[in-house]
């Protein structure tokens, strides 16, 4: 479905493991670190994305969390991947490594400590695909997806600032609803933080999507217009509506909204290739002069 950053596709269980740390910030805005830990990955073979803070803060807090929950997670055979200086970086020790006398923690120091790890939707939405282990996503997040994902950043919301944390909480709580299909709740929360800031374009915009995960079309109809109109300039919330027009079989509407979505910044790619509510307007012949109007290519969906 359309992502919000909001749709969400059925997936293996991913499991919330704990809000590690709440930092408040000029009274307004907090910062939330998030440990995911995946059941799939093993002690040999965990992959961990590391994101939005200090690189080795964040990856001993990743150790610490793991240890607590009696999860195996061995630092000599541990991949980590972060983005630094706008660079995807990727690190692991070796066996050659051990001969050397000097611990894994010692060799991760080295590694990681003057290294801060920077958000990164696209290296995002790869761990999310490829259920890597993950730490700190800021919780200001904008999305639920199609695959169950943390939040993607999103500014918070204008306010007061106790109504503008109050709906920032109720936002967060209904992307953890989400993330586990639990589509009920998630209106609930989405609706608390509306109601704690009515010009919350991306709790609207959420609400929408889960509304349409329980086919509840005219809801959802409502929510994601209200969100483009709240946010014009945020691409994602026309890529939800444009969903929502692709699946009511309203391809000429769905066009026009995926081209608002490309002029206002929406660069997710693989969601325009493969997103399956997306299937009625990939079948237009507009759809591919849209997308050379904006010099997109997408290639074969795999």
Known sequence: ???????????????LIVLL??????????????????????????????????????????????????????????RVILVANKERKEFSLNWIQMLTGQGAKERWTGLLKNLKAEPNDAVLKEATRQQWDMICYSGSGGEVAKQPRPPVNEPVPAGSNKSSLEAKQHFQQGMQYAA???????????????????????????????????KKFDLAEDDLK??????PKDGKNYYNLACWFSLRNQV???????????TNGFNDYNALRK???LANLRKSPDWQTMLDKHKVFLGKAN
Not at 252 to 262: T, Y
């Open 21 to 78: 740390e709440v930092v408040a910030r000029d009274a307004v805005a907090e910062d939330i670190c998030n440990v995911l830990l995946q059941k799939s990955q093993t002690a040999a073979n965990r992959t961990v994305y590391l994101s939005d803070g200090n690189a080795l803060e964040l990856f001993q807090k990743y150790l610490d969390e793991a240890g607590k929950r009696s999860i195996k997670v061995d630092p000599w055979k541990i």
């Open 180 to 214: 586990r299909h639990d589509f009920k709740n998630a209106v609930k929360e989405f609706t608390n933080a509306i109601q704690a800031n009515p010009s919350y374009a991306g709790a609207y915009s959420n609400r929408g999507v889960a509304y349409m995960q329980q």
């Open 226 to 231: 209200k969100a483009v109109e709240l946010g």
């Open 275 to 277: 997103d399956g509510d």
């Open 252 to 262: 000429g509407r769905g066009i026009v909204a995926i081209d608002s979505a490309l």
């Open 1 to 15: 479905m359309g992502q919000l950053f909001l749709k969400i596709m059925p997936v293996p269980f991913i499991m």
